[in-house]
């Protein structure tokens, strides 16, 4: 009994721990948490948000008007062929982290 409380407890403090991990992202993150989100935008995005066709790019974008838009894709307000179902695998913090990430990255 005393054993399993002890267990609970340690999974709590485990819970606290990724809870700070979080925050950190919505501040920016570490550079490798933020590079490794921003590498599944690279496929269609381009290397570093600069697209080469006719997808949009994401580097330089502002932050507000980046959050705006995976915003609306998550509640569908915004039409969307693909980015509706993408953005809706990304929390809040997640989003906030990228949206910095690319808006510090040179759109040319
Ligand atoms: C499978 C291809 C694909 C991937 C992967 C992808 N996107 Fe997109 N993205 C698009 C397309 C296409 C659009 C144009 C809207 C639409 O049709 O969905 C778009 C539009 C956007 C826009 C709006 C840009 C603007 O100028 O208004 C943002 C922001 C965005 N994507 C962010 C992301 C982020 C962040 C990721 C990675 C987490 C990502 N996308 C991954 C295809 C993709």
Redesign the pocket.
Known sequence: MRASFRMIAGCGAFVALAAAGGAAAQNGGTAAQTQY??A??????GTD?RSAG?????AG?SPD??IM??KA?KENA???????Q??K??SDE??AA??VH?SRLPAR
Request: proline share 6%; charged share 5%; with cysteine.
């Open positions: 989100l921003a599944n935008c690279a496929n269609c995005h948000g006719g997808i949009p790019g994401l974008l008007y980046f838009q995976m894709f915004r039409p969307a062929t693909i980015m509706h993408l953005a695998g990304y997640q989003i990228l949206a690319f």
